[in-house]
């Protein structure tokens, strides 16, 4: 079975960094993505960033591009966010998912992925 684990959230203050983690087991095939998404309370799911596996293409939602990477290691059992210039409203919980379907995943829309990890809270004060 898939698993993913998140891990790495917490406080941040304002214009400071942050690096989320989510270990990924069980694939059998080699073509998948790995996405993160956030949920702020009252609001809907929202697609952060994704990455492909096995050619490491990235996506980036509009509301992150140019403060946030995401990157994994070779073998892409962990995945990475790394939160910069982080803002209050960046204030979520985040969680990692996966996508057996490359070609929708990286619209970065909820429903195309097929699991979720827990969820990891980053809380960003102004």
């Known amino acids: 079975d898939v698993q993913l684990q998140a891990s790495g959230g917490g406080l941040v203050q304002a214009g400071g960094s942050l690096r989320l983690s989510c270990q990924v087991s069980?694939?059998?095939?080699?073509?998948?993505?790995i996405g993160w998404f956030r949920q702020a309370p009252g609001a809907e799911r929202e697609g952060v960033s994704c990455i492909m596996n096995p050619d490491g293409a990235t996506h980036y939602g509009d509301s992150v591009k140019g403060r946030f990477t995401i990157s994994s290691d070779s073998a892409m059992n962990t995945v990475y966010l790394h939160m910069n210039m982080l803002k209050p409203e960046d204030t979520a919980v985040y969680y990692c998912a996966a996508a057996n379907d490359q070609a929708w995943a990286k619209g970065l829309r909820a429903h195309e992925y097929d699991y979720w990890g827990q969820g990891t809270l980053v809380t960003v004060s102004s």
């Open positions: 069980g694939f059998t095939s080699d073509d998948y993505a």
